[in-house]
């Protein structure tokens, strides 16, 4: 009895060994790589896959992710023979396991001989500044060598990145000093187009007041030349209409004079008052148109002006 339970026990255990090595659970992305007997059979997938067992084996197992692998870093020498240390970096992913597998032993070792080597052929036709500032340009070189050997790998290169450059410290000491001199030279330019726009400004400005100030110093002549011409022809119109009320009061006057009927006799009889008013004043002589004389003398009031002369003092001429 107890023989048979130890047998029970033994082949329970073998059946229990042989379901284990049956059964492969495989990650997502990721695949096995199945040998059958030495000999490729098969690629297992994610999930649960059966295999042979003491028959089948797992020869490799491989992520299908993409994987990022560190270059050493590379002392090479420029063109221009400057010793500059790069590092590099490259990303990967695995797209056929089987060639991956099989095409080469190693193919991360592989990467990383080959893009050692195309560092040292890129850079030595480059000189430091075109080096410096050509990571793109090392980056894509360095993909396209990479792409040409990995494609029979099974290996596609996704992305060659240029981390950083060490030139030596003598030559960073000298492009620190050629930085420095060229921000200054920039804030010098800046300083001085500052400068130049501010007094293009201020110009601007002075120009602008210069021509508001004349323009009001011509409005104001305007207004002021205006100003006069109006004043000069109120006083020209006040003129005219004094004039024009003169001339209309002695007009008036005349049509009443004519209207009143007045002879000559009343007109010598005025013209008689008149002289006798003028022979009583300061003035010395007088002097009075023949015609005058005549008029006056056939009335016979000449006499009685010589009279009032002669007291008064006044002499009378014609």
Known sequence: MYIQYLIFLVILIIVVIVILRSIRIIPQQSVAIVERLGKYNRTLTAGVNMIVPFVDRVARRLDLRTQQVNIPTQEVITKDNVKIEIETVFFYTVIDPKQATYNILNFVQGIQNITASNIRQVVGHMELDETLSGRDRISFELRTSLDEVTETWGVR??????????????????????????????????????????????????????????????????????????????????RAESIRLVAAGERNRIEMIAAAGLNENVLAFQSFEALTNMAQGPASTIFIPSDTVNVLGSIGAISKVFQAAQQGGGQLSD
Not at 216 to 231: C, D, I, L, M, Y
Request: no cysteine.
């Open 157 to 238: 290169i996704d992305r060659v990145e240029v981390i950083d450059i060490h030139p030596p410290i003598e030559i960073q000491a000298s492009m620190e000093k050629q930085m420095k001199a060229e921000r200054e030279k920039r804030a010098n330019i800046l300083q001085a187009e500052g400068e130049r726009q501010s007094a293009i400004l201020r110009a601007e400005g002075e120009k602008q007041a210069v021509i508001l100030r004349a323009e009001a110093e011509k409005e104001a002549n305007v207004r002021r030349a205006e100003g006069v011409q109006q004043a000069l022809i109120l006083e020209a119109n006040g």
